[in-house]
């Protein structure tokens, strides 16, 4: 006998059965600081802001998004590319500071059946700890958040702009 296991995300049934603020893409509305959508914006840095998932898989879990609206990585310059490593690196060492994680999955969902709820290009960056659950367990059974998303933001937007200076003066 299977025992039942129960999901609880607050607010992402809605989210999931489609229910949406009413803006044409949540990133490119995050982006303009639109009231309509929640900003868990951490970061800027040129073309590119760092942003909380609203539901995340883990704490710290995170998403690197062009101010522009992109569907692919083949669309950006080799400028905006090595930009976009260059934050990459950062919020992986902000990451390491502020969560130690084990481990990271980090990767775009590109394409129509890539199972990305958002078009707008983002590299997902998901910390990943020893003691929780395998990617299957996350997707198909029960899953804690151990803490809130606006929590989130305000421990990773402090050690951001701590990180920021030194990071890019290292160049």
Same mark, same amino acid.
């Given at each position: 006998?299977?025992?039942?296991? &129960?999901?609880? /995300?607050?607010?992402?049934?809605?989210?999931?059965? %489609?229910?949406? !603020?009413?803006?044409?893409?949540?990133?490119?509305? +995050?982006?303009?600081?639109?009231?309509? #959508?929640?900003?868990?914006? /951490?970061? @800027? &840095? *040129?073309?590119?802001?760092?942003?909380?998932?609203?539901? $995340?898989?883990? !704490?710290?879990?995170?998403?690197? #998004?062009?101010?522009?609206?992109?569907?692919?990585?083949?669309?950006?310059?080799?400028?905006? /590319?090595?930009?976009?490593?260059?934050?990459?690196?950062?919020?992986?060492?902000?990451?390491?500071?502020?969560?130690?994680? *084990? %481990?990271?999955?980090? *990767?775009?969902?590109?394409?129509?059946?890539?199972?990305? @709820?958002?078009?707008?290009? &983002?590299?997902?960056? #998901?910390?990943?700890?020893?003691?929780?659950? *395998?990617?299957?367990?996350?997707?198909?059974?029960?899953? +804690?958040? /151990?803490?809130? $998303?606006? +929590?989130?933001?305000?421990r990773l937007t402090a050690a951001f702009a701590?990180?920021?200076?030194?990071?890019?003066?290292?160049?």
């Open positions: 006998m299977k025992r039942e296991k &129960h999901h609880i /995300v607050a607010n992402k049934l809605a989210y999931a059965k %489609g229910k949406r !603020p009413p803006v044409s893409c949540i990133l490119c509305a +995050v982006a303009r600081d639109d009231p309509q #959508v929640d900003i868990l914006r /951490v970061f @800027s &840095h *040129g073309e590119w802001f760092v942003t909380l998932n609203l539901y $995340p898989y883990n !704490p710290g879990h995170l998403m690197i #998004v062009p101010q522009a609206h992109y569907l692919d990585v083949r669309e950006l310059s080799e400028g905006q /590319v090595l930009e976009l490593h260059r934050l990459q690196l950062l919020s992986l060492r902000v990451l390491d500071r502020e969560y130690q994680p *084990g %481990g990271y999955n980090i *990767g775009y969902n590109i394409g129509p059946a890539s199972g990305a @709820s958002i078009e707008h290009l &983002h590299l997902q960056i #998901v910390p990943r700890y020893r003691n929780e659950l *395998g990617f299957f367990d996350i997707i198909s059974d029960s899953r +804690v958040i /151990v803490e809130e $998303p606006r +929590v989130t933001k305000q701590q990180e920021a200076e030194a990071f890019f003066a290292e160049d």
